[in-house]
């Protein structure tokens, strides 16, 4: 069964420190999403992270996936107060996208302080 | 374009008792695929429908039950209500093949 980890689950940082987020899982699969969510919100896409190598930027977020370590970081450049928030990672159970069904990783909750 | 929108978005309800949430998809978007999600057990996938079909379902019990219209309109059911039930219960849709894009979620919450 497709396991998928995070760490850290949680990450105190200050404003102004770059930090990596990891996420590791447990079975071949070439799809992988990141997500954000704010206290009481729904999930936000981030990236969506296609074929092994795949590197997409977006601001001070930069998300990577490594399909051969079955690895994906999401680093965080220079943080502000407004990257708090919490991040999930989330794995296609199939690889191919035809499932509808993803399974996610605990969740890290970033906590940027000024 | 609209975004995905559910419906109601907070239900208070008694154990026993059984609620039906709604889900409407991105225009175009046939695959509407439905997640729990709790403090406990995080972000749990539930089931997925495309074309009216059920496609995938997660390990829930039988209580937790779907269907999808020829508008690709969703609902699902929880009958039999029970404490543990209490979550946010969200909806996303999908091209086939492509990213979810996840509704405001339903919080449902069960005395």
């Known amino acids: 069964e497709l396991k998928v980890e995070q760490n850290p689950l949680f990450l105190s940082m200050q404003e102004g420190k770059n930090y990596t987020i990891y996420c590791n899982y447990s079975?071949?699969?070439?799809?992988l999403y990141w997500y954000r969510q704010d206290p009481g919100k729904s999930l936000e896409s981030l990236f969506v992270?296609?074929?092994?190598?795949a590197v997409k930027q977006e601001g001070r977020l930069m998300a990577s996936l490594d399909t051969k370590a079955r690895l994906s970081t999401l680093h965080i450049t220079a943080a502000v107060h407004d990257l708090s928030a919490t991040y999930f990672c989330?794995?296609?159970?199939?690889?191919?996208?035809?499932?509808?069904?993803?399974?996610f990783g605990q969740g890290t909750t970033l906590q940027v302080k000024p | 374009k609209a975004g995905v929108t559910q419906t109601p978005r907070y239900l208070i309800k008694t154990r026993g008792q059984q609620v039906t949430l709604s889900c409407s998809p991105i225009?175009?978007?046939?695959?509407v695929s439905w997640y729990q999600q709790t403090p406990g057990q995080g972000l749990q996938f539930l089931f997925e429908?495309?074309?009216?079909?059920?496609?995938n379902k997660g390990n829930f019990p039988g209580r937790f039950s779907g269907r999808q219209f020829s508008n690709s309109r969703s609902e699902m059911n929880v009958s039999t209500l029970e404490l543990g039930d209490s979550a946010l219960y969200l909806c996303?849709?999908?091209?086939?093949?492509?990213?979810?894009?996840f509704g405001p979620g339903t919080r449902l919450t069960v005395l």
């Open positions: 996303a849709s999908s091209l086939q093949g492509y990213e979810q894009f």
């Open positions: 079975t071949t699969s070439d799809r």
């Open positions: 992270l296609l074929s092994n190598g």
């Open positions: 989330a794995v296609d159970t199939d690889g191919s996208g035809n499932t509808g069904k993803l399974i």
């Open positions: 225009s175009g978007h046939r695959s």
């Open positions: 429908y495309f074309s009216e079909t059920q496609r």
